[in-house]
């Protein structure tokens, strides 16, 4: 097996390829690919799945799973469709959530629930991220949302509540969280536009 | 259509639904262009969210991936929906090999829970969804059990396979199958704890109505050191009465 250093996730590959072609790779059983894909993703995954998870072991345990799935079932992957990045991330979201919702996930869950205000959710990640366009961006985008938006999408998405459970936290009725989200993200979306 | 549904594009690409409504809305996106384009961009816009909390982990994960990964055969392209052949009936101790597909197959079984109620108003049917949460907890406290063990099990003419997960913890087990061809007219399938007092029934396999492969909750392990899987009568048998074409020993 190749054997690449452990760091290397600034400094681009000869072929400067991006996470889309060598993820078409992996999916052709490449494992270099997959090597030189591994630090492009794992930071995110990771960083995504213990937003949602808090505990640090568990989310590890999730990541290694979600980039075996990644793998597992890159043969799934079309470019056409988005970008590898949004695919693996898409796929972090669900598996964390999974855990999260599974009976042991819910009894931690419980039991945090309540005190966190989903501004502090965000505060938090602030605190744990080095400084970052994307980080910069994303909370510019982030306030431009009203405070019911950004804290229906902050719960939702960082903390792994069901749009039920954002209602009953804010204390809001389950259709303006249906639509507040939506309009929430449209907003992002906006705001975002195409990634870096 | 109803417009309303259409507003739960953002709960769905944030996965803030609960598993009724997702398949609910699944099969509404499976007929709203418009809504797949939506939900596509709502995943990439969720991404930059996760790339904005980005973290580093350990170089020990790096190394445990890769190692798996090294050991990990990949699935097959989707359009080749080829039949597995794996080696023949040998329990695999493995458990993440086996996760997915029984994670899935617990998702074919919260559909097939659900699919009683789909098409009613989310806010009504209460009991009916109260029901069908309970057996998905069922499954998923089963699957998550700490010392969940499974086997997989191969037809005697080699065509099927079966897949049991128990925890001898929780004395509850599941058992799935792929592959599986339609029961002959007026039979059923039906699965059994074979130990030393004999053999019990797990239950039946494909009720009436529902697709090859749901998945079987059972539980009372016994003393049960193998699982089989016979034909029977329509309405199942107290005790078989053919022999089992699927026939494997339970994980220890």
């Not at chain 2, 384009?37 to 982990?57: D, G, I, K, W, Y």
């Not at chain 2, 059972?218 to 048998?237: N, Q």
Request: aromatic share 4%; hydrophobic share 40%.
């Amino acid at each position: 097996m190749m054997n690449v250093a452990s760091d290397e996730h600034r400094t681009p590959d000869a072929g400067h390829r991006s996470p889309d072609d060598l993820l078409v790779r992996v999916a052709k059983g490449d494992e270099a690919a997959f090597e030189q894909l591994y630090p492009m993703v794992a930071g995110p995954v990771f960083g995504l799945v213990r937003r949602v998870l808090r505990n640090v072991a568990q989310s590890e345990e999730v990541t290694q799973e979600v980039l075996v799935e990644l793998w597992r079932t890159a043969s799934r992957y079309h470019p056409d469709r988005g970008s590898a990045m949004t695919w693996v991330l898409t796929l972090a979201h669900r598996r964390a959530v999974d855990r999260v919702r599974s009976v042991q996930g819910r009894a931690d869950l419980e039991q945090r629930a309540g005190a966190q205000s989903a501004d502090r959710a965000f505060d938090e990640v602030t605190e744990t991220v080095a400084a970052n366009l994307e980080r910069e961006q994303v909370r510019r985008c982030l306030s431009s949302l009203t405070d019911v938006q950004r804290e229906s999408i902050t719960l939702a998405y960082y903390g792994g509540r069901t749009y039920r459970e954002v209602a009953d936290l804010l204390r809001i009725p389950l259709g303006t969280v249906k639509t507040r989200l939506r309009d929430g993200l449209i907003r992002l979306r906006d705001c975002l536009g195409e990634p870096r | 259509m109803s417009p309303e549904i259409h507003t739960l594009a953002g709960a769905y690409a944030l996965h803030a639904l609960n598993d009724l409504e997702r398949h609910q809305f699944e099969a509404h996106l499976a007929e709203c262009p418009d809504c797949q384009q939506q939900v596509a961009e709502f995943h990439a816009t969720a991404a930059r969210l996760a790339m904005a909390v980005a973290e580093q982990p350990s170089n020990q994960l790096r190394r445990r991936v890769l190692d798996e990964i090294s050991q990990t055969r990949q699935d097959p392209p989707p359009v080749s929906e080829t039949p597995r052949r794996s080696s023949k009936g040998k329990a695999r101790p493995a458990r993440r090999r086996w996760a997915m597909p029984l994670i899935a197959a617990a998702a074919v079984l919260v559909a097939l829970a659900f699919g009683v109620i789909l098409g009613h108003n989310l806010d009504t049917r209460r009991d009916e969804l109260t029901t069908a949460q309970a057996r998905y907890q069922d499954l998923a406290r089963l699957l998550s059990a700490p010392d969940l063990r499974t086997a997989t099990g191969q037809s005697v003419n080699g065509d099927s396979s079966a897949t049991v997960a128990v925890s001898r913890q929780l004395d509850q087990g599941v058992l799935t199958t792929a592959d599986l061809p339609a029961a002959p007219a007026r039979h059923t399938y039906q699965a059994w704890l074979i130990g030393t007092t004999g053999p019990r029934s797990a239950g039946l396999l494909e009720p009436a109505g529902t697709p090859a492969g749901a998945p079987l909750l059972f539980s009372g392990l016994g003393s049960s050191d193998k699982i089989g899987v016979t034909v029977e009568p329509e309405g199942g048998s107290a005790q078989p009465t053919t022999t089992p074409f699927i026939l494997f020993p339970m994980p220890t």
